[in-house]
């Protein structure tokens, strides 16, 4: 059974805005570490923003001051704002509760509850 849900995915021109959402099915998220990874098509799995349950975010640095992660514990939601998208970002972008993840894929996640990810394609 699918524990988290991503949606929002799709293509868009650089420069452009797109807001990721990812919704839990059968857990509080408010209880988790929660984060968004990506996974670039023929590069390996980075995490691009967390958010602890106290609201500590990191951001991985090429995404600072463009991405921003954001939750709403009311409707169990956990939102990735990104704006003035580049080419680069485009990947297959993936939601996680308590995520960790060493290897090349997000796929095939040490731990955590993971999503099955939502591609964000952005045209030059």
């Known amino acids: 059974d699918a524990h988290l849900m991503e949606s929002g995915g799709g293509s868009v021109q650089a420069g452009g805005s797109l807001t990721l959402s990812c919704t839990g099915t059968?857990?509080?998220?408010?209880?988790?570490?929660m984060s968004w990874y990506r996974q670039p098509k023929g590069d390996e799995c980075e995490m691009v923003a967390s958010?602890?349950?106290?609201?500590?975010?990191t951001y991985l640095d090429s995404v600072k001051g463009r991405f921003i992660i954001a939750q709403d514990n009311a409707e169990n939601k956990s939102y990735l704002q990104m704006n003035n998208l580049k080419p680069e970002d485009t990947a297959k972008y993936f939601c996680?509760?308590?995520?960790?993840?060493?290897?090349?894929?997000?796929?095939?996640?040490?731990?955590?509850?993971w999503g099955q990810g939502t591609q964000v394609t952005v045209s030059s």
């Open positions: 996680a509760a308590d995520g960790v993840v060493t290897g090349y894929f997000c796929s095939r996640a040490d731990s955590g509850t």
């Open positions: 059968t857990f509080r998220l408010a209880a988790s570490r």
């Open positions: 958010v602890t349950s106290d609201a500590k975010t």
